[in-house]
Structures are given as structure tokens and as C-alpha cells.
């Protein structure tokens, strides 16, 4: 497995992981077992997991397999990032159309349109990195 | 026009000291991953990285790649 797909592999699993912990923050939340403004601080968490944890992870993984990552990406693994990234941008910019949607014509909530907006980018991310992590699986 | 590229890439590999994909993929700058990808036919390198594997085993780029035209009914 290349550096470039551990990467991957790091980060959509990161995601999933700091997702099902913000979703069990909700869950305990509505059931009254933490309190609300505890809610808050997950948000900030899950934001600063999607940015920050794929990045020492990467720090780390590239401490550990150095030859790796000396070298750049090579022109497969760069076709590869772009291909998922043009795939993502698809999901994000749906997934934004479809909140805008439902903010004109449904909720109002400040909590639901920031919930949505999160699901939009998480969902994003996840489609990045798990078409990356297909395309290396595949060779092609 | 749809065509099939084809490489010798793996034969020229064993006739030069049976050099492994990785070391061929360091010769050439990219990962031994690509290098496998490439000799399986499932990815086409850039003319950068076609002529930078001529010219490690010192050949011409149609005697590492051939091109095949399908014909069409």
C-alpha cells in the first residue's frame, strides 16, 4: 500500500470515526445525559478532527515511512486526487443546493442548517476519500 | 479511434539484471505502485514518464511501448 493511500485510508476512516462521536454527543444530548452546550464544543471537535487529524496523522505516517514521503505525489496518485476531488465537489455543492433549498422552504433552525451544512462537507470528504482510496485499490 | 497500448516493460526488467519495480520507479520518479499499474496496461504514464523508462533501459520508446489500432466495423 503507497503513503498516499494509507493517507487516504487515515482520513476517511478519521471522518468516520469523529462523526459517530458527534452523532453519539447528539443522541446523549437530546436524551438529557450531557448537556446542550456540550454540543458546541463536539462541533468545534468534529471541525477541528476533519482538518487537523488528517494532518498529524499524515505527520506521523510520513515520520514512519520516510522514503515515502520524500517523494511528491506521482502523476497517478495526483489524477487520482483530482478525479475524487471533481467527484466530491459534486456531492458538496448538492448537498449545499439542497439545504438551500430546505432553509427557503422548511427550517429555520440555526442548529438544523448548521447540521446540515457539516452533513454537506462531511459527506463531501467522505466521497473524496473513499473514491482516492477505490482508485489506488483498482491501479487505475 | 480506440487503440490498446501494450508495453515490454516487465521483459526488459529481468534483461536488465532483473530490476525490480522499485528500483525502476525511483530511476524514473514515481512509485513502484505506478510502475505495476502501468506494466499491467491498466494506467498510460504521461510522455515525460514513457520516455524517462526508454531511456533507463537505454531503447527506443516503441521498443518499450506499442500502440495497436482497433478496427472498426
Redesign the interface.
Given at each position: 500500500m503507497?503513503l498516499?493511500?494509507r493517507f487516504a485510508w487515515v482520513a476517511f476512516l478519521g471522518i468516520i470515526i469523529s462523526i459517530g462521536l458527534y452523532v453519539l454527543a447528539l443522541i446523549l444530548a437530546a436524551r438529557g445525559v450531557i448537556p446542550g452546550h456540550y454540543l458546541f464544543a463536539t462541533v468545534l471537535g468534529l471541525i477541528a478532527a476533519l482538518i487537523v487529524l488528517p494532518l498529524v496523522i499524515r505527520a506521523l505516517l510520513a515520520i514512519r515511512m520516510p522514503k515515502?514521503s520524500l517523494?511528491e505525489q506521482?502523476?497517478?496518485?495526483r489524477l487520482f486526487e483530482l478525479k475524487a476531488t471533481r467527484i466530491a465537489f459534486f456531492v458538496l455543492a448538492f448537498g449545499v443546493g439542497f439545504l438551500t433549498f430546505l432553509t427557503a422552504h422548511g427550517t429555520r433552525n440555526p442548529r438544523d442548517i448548521v447540521h446540515g451544512v457539516l452533513a454537506a462537507i462531511v459527506l463531501s470528504y467522505l466521497v473524496k476519500f473513499g473514491t482516492e482510496i477505490r482508485y489506488?485499490r483498482?491501479?487505475? | 479511434m480506440d487503440g490498446d497500448i501494450t508495453n515490454n516493460i516487465r521483459r526488459l526488467r529481468f534483461e536488465n539484471d532483473e530490476m525490480t519495480q522499485q528500483h525502476l520507479a525511483d530511476l524514473i520518479?514515481?512509485?513502484?505502485?505506478?510502475v505495476?499499474?502501468i506494466e499491467?496496461g491498466?494506467?498510460s504514464?504521461?510522455l515525460?514518464?514513457a520516455f524517462r523508462i526508454a531511456s533507463v533501459f537505454d531503447v527506443p520508446l516503441d521498443a518499450v511501448f506499442q500502440f495497436q489500432l482497433k478496427s472498426k466495423r
Open positions: 503507497s498516499r493511500e515515502g517523494t506521482d502523476e497517478r496518485e489506488h483498482r491501479g487505475y | 520518479g514515481v512509485t513502484r505502485q505506478t505495476n499499474a499491467l491498466k494506467y504514464p504521461s515525460d514518464v
